[in-house]
């Protein structure tokens, strides 16, 4: 019965910068690791970064380390992602999704799934 909704999705230039937001309800917030993952048109699923169920621990892949920040709000169980330096590469369906553990996310074994906001970085 968990339910996760993205939002703050668009259409930004290169170099630009965008803020996503996963409203979370349903579960337990603080008792799941988050994570968002993305899907890149005519690719696979890409794992982009997570952090742990306190909140103290954060993990980024290579392809966004530097650009990129993970974030919860416990008071509103709400996930946010920072981007910055946004390159065409960016451009992605993102997800936000949750795990009972961060061991767990490049294995995309996740207990509930959002629907995804949509990223567009195009001159």
């Known amino acids: 019965e968990g339910q996760l909704v993205e939002s703050g999705g668009g259409v930004v230039q290169p170099g630009g910068s965008l803020t996503l937001s996963c409203a979370t309800s349903?579960?337990?917030?603080?008792?799941?690791?988050m994570s968002w993952v993305r899907q890149a048109p005519g690719k696979g699923m890409e794992w982009i970064t997570g952090i742990n169920s306190r909140g103290d621990s954060a993990y980024y892949a290579d392809s966004v380390k530097g650009r990129v920040a993970i974030s919860r709000d416990v008071d509103k169980s709400t996930l946010h992602l920072q981007m910055d330096s946004l390159h065409s590469e960016d451009t992605a369906m993102y997800y936000c999704a949750a795990a009972q553990s961060f061991r767990f996310f490049k294995e995309f074994l996740f207990n509930y799934w959002g629907e995804g906001t949509q990223v567009t970085v195009s001159s």
């Open positions: 349903g579960f337990t917030f603080t008792k799941f690791a």
